[in-house]
């Protein structure tokens, strides 16, 4: 009995350890990508997102001014 509760220790910490680096990985990704400004801008609101490249064009493009694909509207 006391192996079973001793595993069952042993396995709750190894979640909450997980659970811990799933928390600090996530914030570290918010912040990397809080730092990094993508050069050709970082909303799309107001544009047709490539479905090809994912990058913005203006809603008068008919085509992606990056790649060339066909946009939809
Ligand atoms: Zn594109």
Not at 20 to 25: A, N, S, T, W, Y
């Amino acid at each position: 009995m006391e192996q079973t509760t001793a595993f069952a220790l042993i396995v709750a910490a190894v979640i909450g350890m997980f659970g811990l680096l799933f928390i600090i990985r996530r914030q570290r990704h918010e912040v990397e990508d809080a730092g990094r400004e993508s050069p050709f801008g970082v909303s799309t609101e107001g544009m047709k997102v490539c479905p090809k490249c994912g990058r913005g064009n203006l809603w008068t493009d008919a085509s992606c001014i990056y790649c060339g694909t066909h946009l939809k509207g």
